[in-house]
């Protein structure tokens, strides 16, 4: 009897132990917050061409409207945490290996062309919103091709990784298409292979397709179509459950909405020239994304 009774003693300390162990490390997890303190420095994940919003001009520099975004949370957190020099740290990153970038710390926020989503919304928070797209084509003007069903049995290319490579998956299974699917590394590889035959059209997110008409060679002979198959709404990406970088980083989001100065970005990026080829992509402000710039929210669409 004595024994069982030990063992049971036994049994119940292990598990004391073992639940005090899983608290104490939730306990000494390291917020981002406490990472920059004690680093000096912010590392920021940014694509490599993803025109405008974040992409390397004709001097290697990283620019966009994303990446300006990612500059002004930098220099809120440096602000938040009383710092003097916070340094910035620049890593690329494409659409499969944002997350796991995050996830094993290696960036501390990603701001491009990701989309808030219930999906991704598991690994990864998200900051307020920043940006609403459709999924649409991009294609030759003397395509003939207007949407969807003109697709079937035909070469389309999308960027691995993203929203737009699993809904055209499923579209295509679901009407029984026949497309012939090719996921590129990125949207720039996309692109070159739709301008050199390849494919007959590139799905992806409409402000990435007009980014992507900036760089061909005659942006005369591209047009964006096609009914939009889903909205996309854009956020900086961070890691999940880290409630005190999330703050500093809406608060910097929703500062430069309320002060007029994420209308100002736009009018830059999209109604503009920009580099590398000054290229005005002329692309007028909606109505949702004007909401958004009002009414700040986190919220997925998906």
Not at 77 to 95: C, F, I, R
Not at 181 to 200: M, Q, Y
Request: proline fraction near 4%.
């Amino acid at each position: 009897m004595l024994g069982v009774l030990f063992a049971i003693a036994v049994a119940v300390v292990l598990i004391l132990v073992i639940r005090s162990s899983r608290f104490d490390a939730a306990d000494t997890r390291q917020t981002t917050l406490e990472k920059i303190r004690q680093t000096g420095t912010i590392t920021l994940g940014h694509r490599e061409n993803s025109i405008p919003f974040s992409y390397f001009d004709n001097q290697q520099k990283v620019v966009g409207y994303a990446n300006d975004i990612s500059l002004a949370i930098a220099r809120e957190v440096e602000q938040a945490l009383g710092l003097d020099g916070l340094k910035v740290k620049l890593v690329p990153v494409t659409s499969q290996t944002r997350i796991p970038l995050l996830i094993n710390n290696t960036i501390d926020l990603e701001c491009g062309t990701t989309t808030n989503n219930s999906v991704r919304g598991r690994q990864v928070g998200f900051s307020t919103n920043y940006f609403i797209s459709g999924t649409r084509f991009l294609v030759r003007k003397d395509s003939g091709i207007v949407d969807l069903p003109d697709l079937a049995g035909r070469n389309v290319v999308v960027s691995a990784g993203t929203t737009s490579e699993i809904v055209l998956r499923r579209l295509n299974a679901e009407r029984k298409l026949g497309m012939r699917i090719v996921a590129a590394r990125d949207h720039g590889d996309a692109f070159v292979a739709l301008e050199f035959g390849k494919v007959v059209a590139f799905m992806s997110d409409d402000a990435i397709l007009f980014g992507e008409i900036s760089k061909a060679k005659n942006p005369a002979e591209w047009h964006v179509v096609g009914t939009p198959l889903t909205k996309e709404v854009y956020a900086c990406a961070m890691r999940k459950g880290d409630a005190t970088f999330k703050q500093v980083t809406d608060r910097a989001i929703e500062g430069m909405m309320r002060a007029g100065e994420m209308r100002a970005l736009y009018a830059r990026w999209f109604q503009s020239p920009i580099p590398p080829r000054q290229v005005n992509l002329e692309v007028p402000l909606d109505r949702e994304l004007a909401e958004l710039f009002e009414h700040p929210h986190d919220r997925p669409l998906q």
